[in-house]
């Protein structure tokens, strides 16, 4: 490409060897296809597992972040090819569906595609690789149902919760942690969960971190916490039984609407100005007293005389309150937001047992704690740690774990990790394949080689010898028909997973499975690319 001018200075574009640039099509075009969506699953395989390895982004601003979620990474690179954005996309979707498994189901599509590819150079229509697919998908699923089990849990007997979210867990880097962790992502979901609808509002947990501390310092506090301190310095800091009243309306006086000028040329006009404007604040904080408030939240500002009056009044107060925390101080305290003052009732203020501000370190960071709360559906998860990437990486993984026990009280069936589950699959699907007797069965035959590639990571991942690691677990499972047997990735000495508690849910397995399968099916139906300067 070169610029050039014509006789009369405009500038135009020559296109060098325009003509020899060819459309991709047919076969071409989905081998091109299957090596993007390969690249992309090749980024991501070393990130599986619990010793699965993690990666840095660079933003354009400089930020730095580093991680080992799925999902993370696709949404920092910045991805061109098409195929590779589909593979992005898959990512996302198993991230809003189930909120764990996004490395898995990338690495299971990569392996999928891998398997196309040696099909199709096979001689094999790509139409009956994914009807194929399709079948094993079917099989997969099935098969993941009959060896699932139920997990029995309640309010008092979390431990089968924490052990699920605890194998998600090990393969972040707040690993060390993982119990604590576990423990507090399991009792924060337990807070907000209705049990009989099994059904979880996860908005309702509120994750805050601040840079400070050390990791095990994280905490769940049964409440709400406001990264703001009291608007003046000399109100009280600690505040027990608190009445609060929840504001959207701002501490001044009411602006006209329409364009005004005011003319003060006597010191009594300034004078009467200043009376007025102080019988609207004399009477905004008389209306909160007399209705029994003992604290003010308000999401707008007030000036300096509102803020000295408030003082003198002794009501403490907090400007600047965002929206999202004002709604969850409400649900969490039992109180309604009050958009005028004139609508304030005793019956709208919030209850909370304790309101303090609680300041960290040798800073002056402050924030506002709101405990004991009338009624605790909202929860916050504090987080400290070294520096920001930790607690942004550590809210990743709490939100996970988050997802994973969210997922176990909509459906409370589990089935194994550690590749456990893909091995078992991958020995039924296997069987399955010499059932059909048309040339789908090379496809699912293919399928449970694919099926193979997330316990060969994880061997690999965990510097085992790959290839000898599977055969072993595979004739085990085989061998003793027990579909628990994995992969040893923490070295602990045995291959059974029921035995090391690593557990996965069923749904976020079968989706897995079944997202994959479709992405794949999608890209090999793919035969032409079609650029914009071919139309």
């Known amino acids: 490409m070169a610029l050039a001018f014509d006789e009369y200075g405009r500038p135009f574009i020559i296109l060098k060897e325009q003509e020899q640039k060819t ?114 998908s079917r099989i997969a699923v099935e098969h993941l149902e009959r060896i699932a089990q139920k997990f029995d849990f309640g309010p008092t007997n979390i431990e089968p919760l924490v052990q699920t979210c605890m194998t998600t867990l090990s393969s972040k880097i707040v690993n060390r942690c993982k119990r604590a962790l576990a423990e507090i992502s399991v009792k924060a979901v337990l807070s907000v969960a209705d049990l009989e609808r099994k059904d979880v509002n996860l908005d309702l947990i509120k994750v805050e971190g601040k840079v400070g501390g050390k990791l095990e310092d994280t905490e769940l506090i049964y409440g709400i916490t406001v990264d703001k301190d009291m608007s003046h310095p000399q109100m009280p800091k600690q505040i027990e039984d ?118 960290f370190g040798t800073t002056k960071d402050k924030m506002l704690y709101i405990e004991h709360c009338a009624d605790s559906r909202a929860v916050t998860i504090f987080i400290r740690g070294g520096n920001k990437m930790m607690i942004e990486e550590t809210k990743r993984s709490i939100h996970d774990a988050l997802c994973v026990a969210r997922n176990l009280i909509r459906n409370n069936f589990i089935v194994y ?12 699907v296997e069987a399955a394949a010499d059932k059909y007797p048309g040339v789908e069965q090379y496809a699912i035959g293919a399928f449970a080689d694919a099926l193979d590639a997330v316990p060969v990571a994880l061997a690999e991942n965990s510097g085992l010898q790959p290839i000898e690691t599977l055969s072993a677990v595979k004739s085990q499972q085989i061998k003793e028909n027990n579909p628990h047997f994995g992969i040893d990735c923490n070295d602990v000495g045995t291959n059974d997973m029921c035995e090391q508690n690593v557990f996965e849910t069923l749904i976020g397995k079968q989706q897995q499975i079944l997202l994959a399968t479709q992405v794949v099916k999608m890209i090999l139906k793919i035969d032409d690319v079609i650029s914009p300067s071919d139309y």
């Open 417 to 428: 990790g550690g590749g456990a589950a893909e091995i078992s699959c991958s020995i039924a």
């Open 242 to 359: 608190a009445k609060i009243a929840i504001l959207t309306c701002p501490f001044e006086p009411p602006k006209p609407k329409t364009k005004h000028k005011v003319d003060i040329d006597t010191v009594e006009k300034f004078q009467t100005l200043r009376q007025q404007e102080q019988m609207y604040f004399d009477d905004m904080v008389q209306k909160c007293k007399d209705v029994g408030a003992t604290l003010v939240i308000c999401q707008w500002r007030f000036d300096d005389e509102a803020n000295h009056l408030l003082m003198h009044q002794n009501l403490p107060a907090v400007r600047w309150v965002g929206g999202v925390e004002l709604e969850l101080i409400a649900i969490a305290t039992g109180g309604r937001i009050v958009p005028r003052f004139q609508e304030l009732t005793p019956e709208k203020l919030g209850r909370a047992g304790l309101v303090r501000e609680k300041s």
């Open 23 to 136: 459309r991709l099509s047919g076969l071409e075009a989905q081998k091109a296809n299957i090596s993007a969506g390969r690249a992309v699953s090749r980024i991501l395989r070393t990130s599986l597992g619990p010793k699965g390895m993690d990666k840095m982004f660079q933003s354009p601003d400089g930020d730095v972040t580093i991680t080992n979620d799925g999902a993370t990474i696709l949404e920092q690179m910045d991805v061109d090819n098409q195929i590779a954005k589909l593979m992005v996309e898959l990512s996302r979707s198993q991230d809003y569906e189930i909120g764990d498994g996004t490395t898995g189901v990338v690495v299971m599509a990569g392996a999928l595609l891998e398997q196309a590819e040696r099909l199709l150079e096979r001689g094999i229509h790509p139409i009956r690789i994914a009807e194929g697919y399709e079948m094993a």
